[in-house]
């Protein structure tokens, strides 16, 4: 995993000589009680001035040298009116505090608002939690010269100071065990595909066995017992062997009063191509480079399992990845070709571009069989037809239960990863019925996302609730943020660790 920053907390602490302090102002321009008994306030209001800095939200000012204290910097950060803060600002504060500074650099934050009201220990660690992310960079195939200074790549290290810093630090190991699963997801995705094959992917999720998740990996011939063609099929044209893998967090235990109901997990499925080149239906190549990212839902299957794992959530909760390699070569599925998922539904390929569909069919069976989940949430970089749709802002939420769409959506507005509903009905099914088999992988472009999820409802038993994350257009190739800078955003790790504690935790 990455590197890390050092993200403290402390009641009192004076800013490191030499070193970077941060305060914060509103829109008045006002600092609060510990900045002003610092005696910066005419500089601050000098400063501003020059600079037309208003104070605004994530406004910053940056003072080299400032004079009567013994920083070498201040910044000042704006909080803009600091009544309307919402819980999300808090985080992209952090982003924003660790974007201004440089590696290496050791930074003091004075947490505390101009109007008086402290600063809550969750708002703190989620400071904590915005400036962690913001810190992560995937730079390791970069070569530098041997006599670079250690010191200087190592990422910045911020003390986060205030009254509700002894509370904010007994928090604070659950905000960072969901940074870290952001981080691993990033990662995921990040790495080029020469790296990460099916077999070095599986090796990721077996790692968690170390945090308590409970582990099992199908190899291609126990797939090909279990009947499970369709991800078999995607597979085939790649040296490359496909695996099923199955983690397992039972944070309940036996269930609320040994209640079986209680004890059944919530379930995740992830879309695991290491790389897609589309097979026999092969992409043009222009940009074929970012398929390497084609397995961003499995990777925030395992980011999100890591976090709850870390933090010791209270849920019972099952990931599920399905890891493949989508190749043209002589042994590759062709189009025309008829497989029979491991449900028993026959499936006729139009197109072997549209394979994450075929991955996640046998994979939403298999934890249907074998854990009898409460509910299943899957999430695929499915369609391009969503990024037409939706663009790179929102994820694409399609759901067959409204209570669970509803969790989805407050919990998306919570953490910042958006997702909009989407639709589903019975006209959309007639654009995947086949002339030779049940139905086929693709409907064509008119409602391709949508009918792309139509596809994977078959393979839902009735009555268990279900919801699809498209997520082509936010898991990779995203708009940076106050708190991401990378190609790879880690989505939706931070909005389902949220889903599971609002709803799920005991």
Sequence with gaps: MSSR???????????????????????????????????????????????????????????????????ARLVVVGLGKAGELKELDWSR???????????????TLIAE???????????LTEIGLGASLRAYAFDRYRSRAKDDDSAAKAPPALAIVG?????????????AAVAEGVVLARDLVNEPANVLGTLEFAAKAEALADLGVAIEVLTEKQMKKLGMRALLGVAQGSVRPPRLVAMHWNGLKDGKDGDKAASKP?????????????????????????????????????????????????ANVVGIIGLVENMPDGNAQRPGDIVEAASGTTIEIINTDAEGRLVLADALWYVQKTYEPSLIVDLATLTGAIIVALGHDHAGLFASDDALAGQLLA?????????????????????????????????????????????????????????HLDIAGTAMGSPQSETNRSWASGWGVRLLDRFVADNHEA
């Excluded at 009254?163 to 905000?175: F, I, N, S, T, V």
């Excluded at 992409?283 to 399992?305: H, I, Q």
């Design 5 to 71: 920053p050092s993200i403290t907390f402390s009641k009192s602490a004076p800013a490191a000589e030499g070193g970077t302090l941060v305060v914060l102002t509103d829109h008045t321009l006002a600092l609060g009680s510990a900045a002003t008994a610092l005696g910066i306030g005419d500089l601050v209001t000098r400063a501003a001035a020059s600079a037309e800095y208003k104070g605004k939200l994530l406004a910053t000012l940056d003072l080299l040298a400032p004079a009567g204290i013994g920083a």
């Design 93 to 107: 504060l952090g982003g924003t505090i660790m974007g201004a500074l440089r590696k290496g650099e050791t930074a």
């Design 113 to 123: 608002r101009p109007d008086g009201v402290d600063v809550s220990p969750a708002e």
């Design 163 to 175: 009254p509700e810093a002894g509370k904010a630090k007994k928090l604070w190991p659950a905000r």
């Design 266 to 314: 919530v379930a995740f499925v992830g879309k695991g191509v290491v790389f897609d080149t589309g097979g026999i239906s092969i992409k043009p190549a222009g940009g074929m480079e970012d398929m390497k990212g084609d397995m961003g839902g499995a990777a925030a299957v395992v980011g999100l399992m890591h976090a709850l794992a870390s933090r010791k959530a209270k």
């Design 411 to 467: 919990a998306g507005l919570a953490t910042g990863e958006k997702v909009w509903r989407m639709p589903l009905g019975p006209a959309y099914d007639k654009q995947i019925e086949s002339k030779f088999a049940d139905i086929k992988n693709t409907g064509g472009r008119d409602g391709g996302s949508v009918t792309a999820a139509q596809f994977l409802k078959r393979f839902v038993k009735d009555g268990t609730p279900w919801a």
